[in-house]
């Protein structure tokens, strides 16, 4: 099985969105490994989104990530999980994200766009070692 790592990310938990994120997924095959819901550690935070250290968003992206519980997971799929997992997303930016997908649904804003995922098999690998190390 393939893995990727998924956030339904502080706005996602504020707002009662878990379910409906989860519901996606799984209607679309993907599988639920492990899952929990935590106030991510800003360190860990800043592991995460190392690559976007020192961009004008990145302070703001860190107090957002680590103000409120998010539910952090690992879902399975047969191949392609990371990908699948982006393409049910869509775009970074709301605006930009068709109907049909999480964020052109029930998203307005790039800085609270609900989720996060993986962005390719290597990222994922990293992701799934940053939080859930026992599955590394
Ligand atoms: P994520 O990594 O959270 O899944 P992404 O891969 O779609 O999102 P990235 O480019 O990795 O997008 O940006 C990480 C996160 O940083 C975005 O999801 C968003 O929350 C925030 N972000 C990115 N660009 C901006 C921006 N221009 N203004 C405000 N926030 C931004
Ligand atoms: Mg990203």
């Known amino acids: 099985m393939n893995r990727t790592l998924l956030i339904v990310k502080p706005d996602g938990v504020e707002r009662g969105l878990v379910g409906e994120v989860l519901a996606r997924l799984e209607r679309k095959g993907l599988r639920l490994v492990v899952g929990r819901l935590e106030v991510i550690p800003r360190d860990l935070a800043a592991a995460h989104y190392a690559e ?12 957002f990530i680590t103000r409120s519980p998010a539910f952090v997971a690992v879902v399975e799929g047969p191949k392609d999980t990371w990908r699948i997992l982006r393409t049910l997303m869509g775009p970074t930016n709301p605006a930009e994200a068709p109907p049909g997908t999480i964020r052109g649904d029930l998203a307005t804003e790039t800085a609270e766009n609900l989720v996060h995922g993986s962005d390719s098999a290597e990222a994922a690998a990293r992701e799934i070692a940053l939080f859930f190390p026992q599955l590394a």
Do not use: I, R, T
Request: glycine share 8%; aromatic share 16%; proline share 8%.
């Open 52 to 63: 976007h250290q020192g961009k004008p968003f990145y302070d703001d992206l860190l107090a």
